[in-house]
């Protein structure tokens, strides 16, 4: 096993370095968040940095860039304080990647990605139609990141919408049966096999 020193990783070029780093922390949910502007505009963002931060109350977080280089999606979620995330299926994964790319802040990323843009009654962000397990957030918090200009956006579970053939007698949730899917650095994605279950640990 070779050692790799920071000081050499920081040498490669950019996309290498940028792959390499992004591969470390491994397979990771990826999912698109659907947002509106305070015009009407929806937006569709491919995010792979959402994380678990409470169940009382229900609180889930994830890391947007720099409003540089990635300002519509934290931008609608300021104005609107509601976004939506959706799970990626299959099915569905190339017309979802392309939502990774940079768009104007006039654009439809539903209407350029052929996916369908959905409305439940009293929810003002967008769902993504095709996705299997899709949730509404509102935002709760925005902590700027100051050491590389990212942004940790947290939001509160308003809502869930999903198949409840996937939700078991304990309340988990089956979602290798849902097939949602996960990622691995920037573009590369996989399918998320269930192993086991396995007992609460105690001393």
Known sequence: MRQFLIEEIKSWERFYRANFINCLTGFKPVSLIGSISSTGVPNLSVVSSIVHLGADPALIGYINRPVAAAPDTITNIEQTKSYTINHIQESFLHEAHQCSAKYLPDVNEFEVSKLTEWYEEGIVAPFVKEAAVRYEMELVEIAPIQYNSTF??????????????????????????????????LDGYAKAEMITRLPYAKP
């Open 152 to 185: 940790f956006v947290i939001g509160q579970l308003k809502s869930v919408f999903l198949d409840e053939a996937i939700v078991g007698v304990d309340g988990f949730l089956d979602l290798s049966a849902a097939g949602s899917i996960v990622s691995i650095g």
